[in-house]
């Protein structure tokens, strides 16, 4: 009796085995097949969110081509690239039918730090990297600070430039 049962542990075992594989193996090739069709195509990538940056300036980290199947889109990947670019807090990627969507929150300029060069530092004192049009001048101007780098995405860690946080809305 326990000879047979485990007879039929093992043929259950190897037959959820065999199910398993050929599924990965359909799997694949559903994915291309179905990957080929105009709603599994990324037709869109809309970006939403920008303050600062362009879109083409997003688009170009994104990576979509456009017609490229939605399947090998990687929405972890894309949200990596973005982040990397100290301008870019947090990002998003969602996938639609033939669409890409992507939110992106900029970090804010919060003061402009006079570095011997006006540098852009957010509210967590993150440098930021310039902008292609240019300085915007709209924040005030801070002096006298020590700034060991101006490298993009470095932070200011003086004392004094974190008393300032609390002193700008005054």
């Avoid at 081509?65 to 894309?78: K, T, W, Y």
């Avoid at 006298?144 to 932070?155: D, E, I, K, N």
């Amino acid at each position: 009796e326990r000879r047979r049962r485990n007879r039929r542990i093992l043929a259950l075992a190897a037959l959820v085995l065999l199910a398993a594989w050929g599924t990965t193996k359909l799997a694949g090739h559903a994915s291309r097949t179905l990957g080929a069709m105009p709603l599994f195509q990324a037709r869109h990538v809309d970006v939403r969110g920008l303050l600062y940056l362009s879109s083409d300036e997003v688009r170009s980290a994104i990576g979509v081509r456009e017609g490229e199947s939605l399947f090998d889109v990687n929405p972890a990947s894309i949200v990596r690239a973005l982040e990397r670019n100290p301008r870019i807090e947090s990002a998003s990627v969602q996938l639609f039918p033939a669409a890409v969507r992507v939110s992106v929150r900029e970090r804010r300029p919060y003061v402009l730090l006079n570095a011997g060069m006006l540098l852009e530092v957010d509210s967590v004192g993150t440098i930021l990297p310039p902008l292609a049009r240019g300085l915007i001048a709209d924040r005030p101007v801070v002096t006298g600070l020590r700034v060991p780098t101006r490298a993009p995405g470095a932070r200011v860690l003086e004392q004094r430039a974190r008393h300032l946080r609390g002193r700008q809305d005054e």
